[in-house]
Every structure is written in structure tokens, then in C-alpha cells.
């Protein structure tokens, strides 16, 4: 499993295009590799989206960076689910 860059504030834009290189490459080159979105989990609301416009959700990455510990219960919640689905 290869897990995505989540959101950034100030930075989504630059995420948004490493994350779509990311998805365009694991296709071309590692197609039996998993690729994890877990931080469409981290986003505020659901009014977003094109994931350049996502904002960070501050309940779950206070620094709009870091996970705190709901969030990377949220972010093991979203892995293994992506276990089991590819188990």
C-alpha cells in the first residue's frame, strides 16, 4: 500500500498535482501495488471536490499537517479498510 500526500494548507495545489503524478504513475508502473486515499478523510466538509480545493479539516490536523490522535485514528481506520478490501 502506497499512501497519498494528504492536505496541506497553503500548499493543495502542489499536493493535488503530486498526488494525481503519484496515481499516474503507480497505473503505468506498479498497477498490483494498493493506492491509499486516506486524506480525502482530512478534508472540511464534503462542499470540495477537485481535491485542490480541498481546506484542511483542524478537528483532526491541528496544524493543517500533522494528524493528532483522532486523527491518525481516522487515518488507520481508512489503511485498514484498505487491507481487508485487497486481502
Known sequence: IV????????LQQKVAEANEMIRTRMK??????TLSRCGV??????????????????VFMPDALHPN?????????CL?????LNA
Open 80 to 84: 485498514q479498510q484498505n487491507i481487508i
Open 28 to 33: 503505468s508502473r506498479l498497477p498490483s501495488v
Open 41 to 58: 478523510h482530512f478534508r472540511l466538509g464534503e462542499e470540495a471536490e477537485r481535491e485542490s480545493d480541498w481546506t484542511v479539516d483542524r
Open 3 to 10: 499512501e497519498e500526500i494528504f492536505p496541506r494548507a497553503n
Open 69 to 77: 490522535g483522532a486523527g491518525v485514528k481516522k487515518w488507520m481506520d
